[in-house]
């Protein structure tokens, strides 16, 4: 019984210590330190979500897509830039948004900017209304409309999702879309669904900040765009392997 009361007394005496010490740490913080949330902004973040090659049908090629921001909780500048091209040649498709964004609900914003291409054609610029955002189930969306300066309306869709296998092997599906209400021949755009693209990337975070990945995508083309490709001689249909990088900071 006197054993049993000692243990006790022992136990209670580590607790009351143990209390002591956690109060006199937080008594004890400096005062020119700050306060344990974040202090406040700007913020801002830079994250290459993709920094690839590819081979299809034993042909090389290349792409990138980032995106960064430089803001608040609520109001941010954000950009946004992708392309793709064969290795040894120029991009057959490069383009830059710069969008002013607005946080309207948790993990929502609508975005507004200009967005100009500077492949395939000599360069055209668009207006940009945007939302990006986490949908239920947290499929990361990103969908945007474009109005280029000559009137014609196109739309993209994007949506991906991380499936965690462990904490350092992700695998990532992804789907995206292009559409256009009228063509645009010189720009190589044709009016209705012009394409969409399937990945699967499996990487591996060595940090949480650097990724490899090696993945496949499936790109296909639709409609009037697909006739265009044909008459051209080429591919309406194209699997690729593909390896690369995604990082943030």
Known sequence: MMKMKSRQWLLL???????AAHADRTAG????????????????????DRLESGIADGEDSYAWEAQGWYGYDFNRLRWKTEGEGRTGSAPEHAELQLLFSRLFAPYWEWQLGVRHDFRPSDGRSFLVAGLQGVAPYEFE?????????DGDVSMRFEAEYELLLTQRWILQPGFAVDAALSGVPEAGVASGVNSSELGLRLRYEMRREFAPYVGIEWRQSYGNAADR???????????????GLRFWF
């Open 29 to 48: 913080t400096p005062d020119d330190w700050g306060p344990p949330m974040h202090k406040p902004g700007p913020y801002w973040k830079v994250a290459g």
């Open 141 to 149: 969306i990103d969908a945007a409309a474009f109005v280029s300066e």
């Open 229 to 243: 490709l044909r008459s051209a001689g080429e591919e309406t249909s194209a699997t690729s392997l593909v390896a």
């Open 13 to 19: 005496t580590v607790l009351l210590l143990t209390s």
